[in-house]
């Protein structure tokens, strides 16, 4: 597994396309993860950059946390409403570790506040969930292919292209 600074080191091609992505939708993607029956749920979350490391927070009691409670595996992709992927798209996957640390909390919602205007400091967090990459992968379209890239932990990114 691999922090957020892990991953970029690793798979800056992948790591660009997703911060890119992740700016231009005003933070917006979609989360996968598994209900108590097994079955996928996908379901809208605005995951950050804080101290390096990628979150997954939001509100509480919401059926995704309770999804990653129960089953930290998640994946992790970039919203698009562009069919021809001209701006890129990305997906990342591995586990949640929720991380509760009041200290750390603070300093989230202190930082969310700046950025955002968004109070929640002073407030108790129910989960706050640090995201630990086991994969990634991007697609970038263009000049008459499509570029794949995949990353894999203890393995350099690489690039299937597909005409």
Request: aromatic share 10%; charged share 30%.
């Amino acid at each position: 597994m691999a922090s957020w600074n892990e991953f970029a080191e690793a798979a800056p091609r992948i790591a660009a396309i997703f911060s890119r992505r992740h700016a231009a939708t005003g933070n917006l993607c979609m989360l996968g993860t598994l209900r108590s029956d097994g079955f996928p749920r996908i379901s809208p979350v605005e995951p950050r950059f804080f101290e390096n490391q990628l979150w997954i927070a939001g509100m509480p009691n919401t059926s995704k946390f309770r999804d990653l409670a129960r089953d930290p595996r998640f994946c992790l992709h970039t919203a698009t409403v562009d069919t021809e992927v001209k701006e890129g798209d990305a997906k990342l996957w591995g586990v949640v570790d929720d991380v509760q640390d009041k200290a750390l909390h603070q300093r989230f919602a202190q930082a969310l506040f700046d950025e955002t205007g968004f109070d929640i400091r002073g407030e108790e967090f129910d989960h706050c969930y640090r995201a630990d990459l086991t994969g990634g992968s991007a697609v970038e379209v263009g000049d008459g292919h499509m570029d794949i890239t995949i990353w894999k932990p203890g393995e350099p990114e690489h690039v299937v292209r597909k005409h």
